[in-house]
């Protein structure tokens, strides 16, 4: 398995303001993806992030919202620009690892926008 | 796209019971691999049990087993001796088997273990 760790935990943060989440897994993966899971709700895919290229957005989910960046095989960052009270959410990176194509997830960020 | 069906919202089970939730799926791909995941209040997602669509074989993790039905593209997971600690959302989900894609969820089932 992987151990994959996220800064913030969780965050409360102003209208308009900008957050950054650290997402770090403790072995090279691949790919590594970001999904949104709003109050109640199931896992939603942001993006794909593959190292040394852009990431892959899914529709209803743009660039200049959430960039993201993938330096290395081990990390990645999601910014929530711009924010507004509806991208309060749970924010959660995951990596897939090795021949079992089983997916680890980080312990998720909380954040609340005022 | 594939889609991924969980019919029941909420379920409970007395503490040392057997419960099964149900989880349908919708795709046109041959090979895929399916996953139940437990979220507890903690929010940590962890991966419960894998299945591969190629293996008839159900798979089985301690307490917790499914029963694959590729045809009727159905995948159940079944929770033996239930115990408080499993109260938690699981979620069923869905994974290409080309590998390092990304997996498609269920709407979840909240399930509660009665002491």
């Known amino acids: 398995s992987a151990v994959i760790s996220q800064k913030p935990s969780r965050d409360i943060c102003q209208r308009g303001t900008s957050l950054t989440i650290q997402c770090q897994v403790d072995s090279q993966v691949t790919m590594m993806f970001w999904y949104r899971q709003q109050p109640g709700q199931s896992l939603t895919l942001i993006a794909t992030a593959n190292q040394g290229s852009e990431a892959t957005y899914e529709s209803g989910f743009v660039i200049d919202k959430f960039p993201i960046s993938r330096p290395n095989l081990t990390f990645s960052t999601l910014t929530v620009s711009n924010m507004s009270p509806e991208d309060s959410s749970i924010y959660l990176c995951s990596g897939g690892l090795g021949e079992r194509n089983e997916q680890f997830f980080g312990p998720g960020t909380r954040l609340t926008v005022l | 796209a594939q889609t991924v069906t969980q019919s029941q919202p909420e379920m409970s089970v007395q503490e040392a019971e057997t419960v099964t939730l149900s989880c349908t799926y919708d795709?046109?791909?041959?090979?895929?691999?399916l996953f139940w995941y437990k979220q507890p209040p903690s929010r940590q997602m962890i991966l419960v049990i894998r299945?591969?669509?190629?293996?008839?074989q159900n798979a089985t993790e301690n307490r917790f087993s499914v029963n694959f039905q590729k045809a009727a593209k159905s995948f159940s997971l079944k929770i033996s001796d239930s115990q408080l600690g499993d109260t938690a959302m699981y979620f069923c989900a869905f994974m290409k088997h080309r590998g390092n894609t990304p997996l498609v969820f269920g709407k979840g089932t909240r399930l509660s273990v009665i002491a």
């Open positions: 795709t046109s791909e041959n090979n895929y691999y």
């Open positions: 299945q591969e669509a190629y293996k008839q």
